[in-house]
């Protein structure tokens, strides 16, 4: 069973940086390496969204309202995923929920609170 675990979340002012950085446990190098990986977030009373998606073979995708300011990478060897964000906005104040997905199977970390003061 893949578990997740998200780290690196916090309160920051507007304009700042975080970095959000998630570790799979639970399943091997070589296994990992096949997965989808992205970074959700919910902002506070409203559904889930997408925030940027990376694949197995390292193509990255983002959301429009986070391209140019954040970026997705992950480091097979640590079994890692990362989120670096920057120009941060009120608007980015979301619980951030690390992903992990092969075919029909998909995982989810239990999430991380990004505050984002004006």
């Known amino acids: 069973q893949v578990q997740l675990m998200e780290s690196g979340g916090g309160l920051v002012q507007a304009g700042g940086s975080l970095r959000l950085s998630c570790v799979a446990s639970?399943?091997?190098?070589?296994?990992?390496?096949?997965?989808?990986m992205a970074w959700y977030r919910q902002p506070p009373g409203k559904q889930r969204e997408l925030v940027a998606t990376i694949t197995a073979g390292g193509t990255t995708d983002y959301a429009d309202s986070v391209k140019g300011r954040f970026t997705i990478a992950r480091d097979s060897a640590k079994k890692t995923v990362d989120l670096q964000m920057s120009s941060l906005k009120p608007e980015d104040t979301a619980v951030y929920f690390c992903?992990?997905?092969?075919?029909?199977?998909?995982?989810w970390g239990q999430g991380t609170q990004v505050t984002v003061s004006s």
């Open positions: 992903n992990a997905k092969i075919t029909r199977n998909v995982y």
């Open positions: 639970g399943i091997s190098l070589a296994l990992i390496s096949f997965y989808d």
